[in-house]
């Protein structure tokens, strides 16, 4: 009697324990990762902790365990997926249920590359100006922790901190380095809103978050009081 009394605890607390952890992990897929991109599984909390995993774009049955860090303004949760563990930003997990009902996306049709030019910059008259079509690009600038990003078009300079102001300034100057083709300054004020933008045509950026690589990098500083750093594109 005494034996079967043991193992009926047992298999009691068995059940309890199982029911604990379901109860405090939820599942999710992926989101908002472009596709054939990767989300990367961290260390630790931030994207300065090393990579121990890669995660699809249409990555399914991510179990999170129920902790999380705000590093900066991003939200880090803990995760496991396909028996690794890591830390991944919450704003790329979409509980599973929600993904069940939600309406499935249309694939867009492939968009021709765009040309690998910066937007239109003062230039000396002896030096033969970009294609007039390029005047209809615009270059987009962005970056993490904290997320912003920067659209500079042929008049504007279009800012947008997510945990601080925006603004759109007009373009005042654009000048390429004299003794370096590569980089460009792109600079705009209006009132007490002004931005200048330190761009360069580098081999590969990253924004540490995906493996997306960026044909620019970029540092803007913001209105004299903040400086940020990331990645451009051409669209």
Known sequence: MKTASFFS???????????????????????????GEFLNMRANAGTGSSVVGRIPHNGQ????????????????????????????????????????????????????????VVPP???????????????SNSLVCSGTEPFWSIEVTDANLNVNMMDGPR?????????????NATIAVIAGVAGTNNTQAFMQKVSSCSDGMSDTNYPYSVTAVLNNQRVVSGCCQVR
């Not at 008259?125 to 390029?134: C, D, E, I, M």
């Open 167 to 179: 603004y759109s300034v007009p373009v005042t100057f654009r000048q390429t380095s004299a003794n």
């Open 9 to 35: 605890a047992l298999a009691l607390a068995l059940a309890l324990s199982v029911s604990s952890v379901q109860a405090a992990s939820d599942v999710y897929v992926i989101t908002g990762v472009t596709t």
């Open 61 to 116: 049955g991510i179990v999170t365990t129920g902790e999380e860090k705000k590093v900066g303004s991003t939200v880090w949760a803990k995760i496991y997926w396909n028996g690794v563990g890591g830390w991944v930003s919450k704003r790329y997990l979409l509980p599973e249920d929600q993904a069940a009902n939600a309406p499935p996306t249309p694939t867009p049709a492939p968009a021709a590359p765009p040309a690998v």
């Open 121 to 135: 910059i003062k230039v000396p008259s002896n030096v033969t100006p970009p294609p007039a079509k390029a005047a």
